[in-house]
């Protein structure tokens, strides 16, 4: 079984711990580092082999920032956004950044190491109630049925 090494950056040292302590209860996730800033968690991406990082979007120096410039490095790792907010707008800032997860705080509990797992082989997960309109507000109405069944594929 490959490790599956992670970044995780937050502001809030309780939600931090909390992360931090989910993604290792999973024997295949490693926390590699650990960040509460953007420009953090950017110089480490940079720095460190990572396969993931999971963002706070609403964080230090800003979650949509880190995630352009960690989405834009060499053998990128994946990136996911975390955050309490789940407007269409914001979730459509991260993906457009990047992202290719949006999970909501309060909704993911036990389900986090799966979720993570899920998008570093390959899938959109948008654990959020307006993923599909955020979706839709990055592919334009245009490509609204492809959008759905990226969605229901999500969560």
Do not use: N, W
Request: hydrophobic residues 55%.
């Amino acid at each position: 079984m490959t490790t599956i090494r992670v970044l995780i950056a937050d502001d809030h040292p309780e939600m931090l711990s909390a992360l931090v302590t989910a993604v290792e209860a999973d024997a295949r996730f490693v926390v590699a580092a650990t960040a509460t800033s953007g420009e953090q968690a950017a110089r480490l991406a940079a720095e460190l082999p990572l396969d993931l990082a999971l963002i706070d979007v609403r964080m230090p120096g800003g979650g949509p920032a880190a995630a352009t410039a960690i989405a834009s490095l060499p053998g990128a790792p994946v990136v996911v956004a975390i955050s309490a907010e789940t407007g269409v707008s914001t979730v459509a800032a991260m993906v457009e950044a990047g992202a290719v997860g949006y999970l909501a705080k309060g909704r993911i509990g036990e389900a986090l190491p799966e979720l993570l797992a899920r998008c570093v082989h390959g899938e959109v997960v948008l654990a959020t109630p307006t993923g599909a309109g955020a979706l839709r507000a990055v592919l334009g109405a245009r490509r609204a049925e492809a959008v759905d069944a990226v969605t229901r594929a999500a969560v």
